[in-house]
T-cell receptor, first 111, second 113 residues
Framework: DTGVSQNPRHKITKRGQNVTFRCDPI?????LYWYRQTLGQGPEFLTY????????KSRLLSDRFSAERPKGSFSTLEIQRTEQGDSAMYLC?????????FGPGTRLTVT | SQKIEQNSEALNIQEGKTATLTCNYT??????LQWYRQDPGRGPVFLLL?????KEKRKERLKVTFDTTLKQSLFHITASQPADSATYLC????????????FGTGTRLLVSP
């Protein structure tokens, strides 16, 4: 078990471009979460999957954001038409209950 | 309004002393409270979870208390070491079935040799 992995670790993109991030959770974990964290703040919840079903989305998740978890394994988070305000660390976490195991995050910079 | 408050100022202590970090919350009714450690540029690492009906939880040099009347949790690191220097995040877990966490802003701990 290598823990939660995320790719890429860093992404620099121009405003208006689309970006996609990938999260590979711990294999036996059926619950997967996406959070966003900006400097000096705690992580903010974005969305939650139980197996392949997306069961909750935050109001922070505008129409430009979409997430999937096909087959209940890895997950992707896509941001369309990126804006400078999207610059943040995007964190993925998985669990079967109790504490959550976070990945290293993808740092997005929108120029 | 709902708030989770942690000391925004860094806590500086000497090696060997006990570090005590505070988490206060308003207008939440968490089922669980969790503490995480976060190092710069890395994801949070789960440390301890305490349930609403538990007063205290210990794990090695760590101790967490949870007072639902005061709406406060205290996080203690005994015999602190420079390697304990990091940001510590408090997170509330609601009894919604989704186990969503709501995080505080974290407190930075600096342990000097």
């Amino acid at each position: 078990d290598t823990g939660v992995s995320q790719n890429p670790r860093h992404k620099i993109t121009k405003r208006g471009q689309n970006v996609t991030f990938r999260c590979d959770p711990i294999s036996e974990h059926n619950r997967l979460y996406w959070y966003r964290q900006t400097l000096g703040q705690g992580p903010e919840f974005l969305t939650y999957f139980q197996n392949e079903a997306q069961l909750e989305k935050s109001r922070l998740l505008s129409d430009r954001f979409s997430a999937e978890r096909p087959k209940g394994s890895f997950s992707t988070l896509e941001i369309q038409r990126t804006e400078q305000g999207d610059s943040a660390m995007y964190l993925c976490a998985s669990t079967n209950g109790g504490g959550k195991y976070f990945g290293p995050g993808t740092r997005l910079t929108v120029t | 309004s709902q708030k989770i408050e942690q000391n925004s100022e860094a806590l500086n202590i000497q090696e060997g002393k006990t570090a005590t970090l505070t988490c206060n919350y308003t207008n939440y009714s968490p089922a669980y409270l969790q503490w995480y450690r976060q190092d710069p540029g890395r994801g949070p690492v789960f440390l301890l979870l305490i349930r609403e009906n538990e007063k205290e939880k210990r794990k090695e040099r760590l101790k967490v208390t949870f007072d639902t009347t005061l709406k406060q949790s205290l996080f203690h690191i005994t015999a602190s070491q420079p390697a304990d220097s990091a940001t510590y995040l408090c997170a509330l877990e609601m009894n919604t079935g989704f186990q969503k966490l709501v995080f505080g802003t974290g407190t930075r701990l600096l342990v000097s040799p």
